[in-house]
């Protein structure tokens, strides 16, 4: 079993940066398409963007052209970096396969936009 830590987030004003990264341990993920998703106060977790294992990429449009998913399999490693935040960015920041397996959510990384 994939074991998976968020980390990277934080508080980012509007139109700020963050770059988020989420290494696994335990079996390899190279070979399997992986996810961002985020769960907002008071709202359902949501995907956010994937990649799969040859590199192929795809966003949800409430973040396409200001996210982007880049892996690295050497290093069991999968990033998103953020720009050009919003408030409604905020929310807890997950990674998973995609489509998501219900035993490798992990504890997530807390991102906040707000000035």
């Known amino acids: 079993q994939v074991q998976l830590v968020e980390s990277g987030g934080g508080l980012v004003q509007p139109g700020g940066s963050l770059r988020l990264s989420c290494t696994a341990s335990?079996?390899?993920?190279?070979?399997?398409?992986m996810g961002w998703y985020r769960q907002a106060p008071g709202k359902q977790r949501e995907w956010v963007a994937r990649?799969?294992?040859?590199?192929?990429?795809n966003y949800a449009e409430s973040v396409k052209g200001r996210f982007t998913i880049s892996r690295d399999n050497a290093k069991n490693t999968v990033y998103l970096q953020m720009n050009s935040l919003k408030p409604e960015d905020t929310a807890v920041y997950y990674c998973n396969e995609h489509p998501p397996n219900a035993w490798n959510w992990g504890q997530g990384t807390q991102v906040t936009v707000s000035s």
């Open positions: 990649i799969s294992s040859g590199g192929r990429t």
């Open positions: 335990g079996n390899s993920f190279s070979p399997v398409t």
